[in-house]
């Protein structure tokens, strides 16, 4: 393998120790940083992440609440869940696992939290925030991207970065992030033509399409940063979106699937949820 590994777990594990000592200060302080996570229905994956949120919050001190709801719960019941925890003093941050039940409106419950305690970042005050380069909650997982990124000593600044993906979630504010850091940025999608042409132009190659070994060695620019976003499940296994072992061949950096970008985005959640309990507790 040519590139060189970014390590995710380890780059998350002092996030979260540092984390750690910071809730233990706020704690002390009188202030106990608190997350709590709406769950609808029984989606496995759905399940998986919320129980992985709910150990980091409890290996970080930070206490989680973690409120499921039915599968036929009512959209009223869901506004009303978000309402409440809304004016719960004692709540910092708040999160509506996704994807919801087909029968639930995702944005109108999106719009119903208090953008205070918007620790996921979906809230369009938030992404506005970030659009407009004012402070503000951002997305945890390209948040975490931008960590990894630094970690590695890799400056988005002059670089081109081209951003496959535009969900809302991941793609758009990963590509205001690193717009953000001074990259210059192209955003991909299942609309654009010649994608291998663009990718091969990439210092920065970032990967959120949700497709098994997508990026593939001939799209990758020698020596380029991989940065694989993709979560997929193959016989069993959880893949990403880049045939890693041959574009480890090619490229400078790449994250691996499991162990890399997955392990920041909790770290980036609890990161969240500090800062707004911090903000409240002032
Ligand atoms: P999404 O909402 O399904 O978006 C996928 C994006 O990929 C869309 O913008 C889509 O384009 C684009 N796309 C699909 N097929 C394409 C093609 N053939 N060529 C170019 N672009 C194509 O997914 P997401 O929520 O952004 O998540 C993306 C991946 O990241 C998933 O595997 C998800 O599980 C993973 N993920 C991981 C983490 C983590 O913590 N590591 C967190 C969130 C998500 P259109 O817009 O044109 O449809």
Redesign the pocket.
């Known amino acids: 393998m040519a590139a060189t590994l970014i390590d995710g777990r380890a780059v998350a594990k002092a996030f979260k120790e540092e984390i750690a000592q910071r809730t233990q200060v706020m704690i002390a302080q009188g202030v106990t940083p608190h997350l709590a996570v709406v769950l609808v229905g029984e989606n496995p994956a759905s399940q998986v992440y919320v129980r992985n949120k709910e150990n980091g919050c409890i290996k970080a001190g930070i206490r989680s609440t973690v409120i499921r709801l039915e599968e036929s719960c009512t959209q009223q019941e869901l506004e009303d869940t978000v309402k409440r925890l809304n004016e719960d003093e004692s709540v910092h941050g708040i999160l509506v696992q996704l994807p919801l039940p087909r029968h639930l409106d995702e944005a109108a419950v999106l719009r119903l939290i208090d953008p205070d305690k918007d620790v996921d970042g979906f809230h369009a005050m938030n992404s506005g925030r970030l659009m407009n380069g004012q402070p503000g909650f951002v997305p ?2 390209p948040l ?1 991207v931008m960590k990894l990124l630094e970690q590695y000593g890799i400056d988005p600044k002059g670089k081109h970065a081209v951003v ?8 758009k504010p990963m590509a205001m992030l690193l717009l953000a850091a001074n990259a210059t940025v192209t955003i ?5 033509q010649n ?1 291998a042409e663009i990718t091969r132009q990439a210092d920065i190659l970032v990967a ?4 098994a070994n ?1 990026v593939t060695a001939d799209m990758v620019r020698p020596g380029a940063a991989v940065i694989d ?4 499940r193959v016989d069993g296994k959880i893949v ?2 880049v045939d890693f072992d041959a574009v480890a061949e090619v490229a400078g950096y790449i994250t691996p ?1 499991p162990g ?3 392990q ?2 909790i770290a980036m959640l609890l990161a969240n949820t500090l800062d707004a309990a911090a903000k409240r507790g002032r």
């Open positions: 945890c997982t975490g496959i993906g535009r969900s809302n979630i991941v793609g991909c999608h299942s609309r654009t994608l959120a399409v949700g497709r997508f976003v993709g979560i997929n990403g979106d699937v890399g970008v997955g920041m985005t």
